[in-house]
């Protein structure tokens, strides 16, 4: 069964800052990865899906990476900012989805 | 699009009660999820339908829980009796495999809340 983690749980840093979250995964055989976003209270938000053939994938401030072979994704955010404070969860599809626990993003002003 | 809908976003109900969730999937969309989601557990699969038939209800804690979805634009989750510990936010989310690409972006509702006392 796919195990995706993600560390740190927690991360606090001062506004302005580049911030990298990581994604590991056990299973190789995956059909992509998806980044989300949680607020409080709120469903999850699609942020970047990179397929397995892919290597990265940039949206603004956000790039995302994937290196199947170490089972390895990371997200990394440019010159955070106090509204990208949030939940951060990495999704890994191979037979469903399989979800890890999410880092906690704190973006202090 | 609206989205994926879901109803009601909360609900507040008493132990042994039966308790329907809803959810109205992306239109087109041929995958359909139910999550649920606690402090303790974080994301957890309940089921999940491909074109309207169930495909993997492992996830399902117990025989209290079923799902269905009549047609492409409809689902239920049903707790029946509802307990204390079945408090999450439970979540639908829909998808579409691009066959081509393999790319399946999954796309959630907003949730529903329940609180069972």
């Known amino acids: 069964k796919q195990e995706v983690t993600q560390i740190p749980a927690a991360l606090s840093v001062p506004e302005g800052e580049n911030l990298v979250l990581n994604c590991s995964f056990t299973?190789?055989?995956?059909?992509?990865l998806q980044w989300f976003r949680q607020d409080p209270g709120k469903g999850l938000t699609s942020l970047l899906l990179?397929?397995?053939?892919?290597r990265e994938q940039t949206s603004g401030r956000l790039n995302a990476s994937l290196d199947k072979s170490s089972g390895r994704s990371t997200l990394y955010i440019a010159a955070s900012q106090p509204g990208d404070s949030a939940t951060y969860l990495c999704?890994?599809?191979?037979?469903?989805?399989?979800f890890g626990t999410g880092t906690s993003l704190t973006v202090i002003p | 699009d609206a989205g994926v809908i879901q109803s009601p976003r909360h609900e507040v109900t008493e132990m042994g009660q039966e308790v329907t969730l809803r959810c109205k999937p992306i239109?087109?969309?041929?995958?359909l999820f139910w999550y649920r989601q606690t402090m303790m557990r974080g994301l957890e699969l309940l089921i999940y339908?491909?074109?309207?038939?169930?495909?993997?209800d492992s996830g399902m804690p117990e025989d209290r829980f079923s799902a269905k979805m009549p047609n492409a634009s409809f689902s239920t989750l049903k707790i029946q009796p509802s307990e204390p510990r079945d408090s999450a936010v439970y979540f639908c989310?829909?998808?579409?495999?691009?066959?081509?690409?393999?790319?399946?972006?999954?796309?959630f509702g907003a949730g529903s809340r329940l609180t069972v006392l």
């Open positions: 989310a829909s998808s579409l495999k691009d066959w081509y690409t393999g790319a399946n972006v999954l796309t």
């Open positions: 999704a890994v599809e191979s037979n469903q989805f399989y």
């Open positions: 990179i397929q397995s053939s892919q």
């Open positions: 339908f491909n074109n309207n038939v169930p495909i993997d």
């Open positions: 239109s087109g969309h041929d995958y």
């Open positions: 299973d190789s055989a995956i059909y992509n």
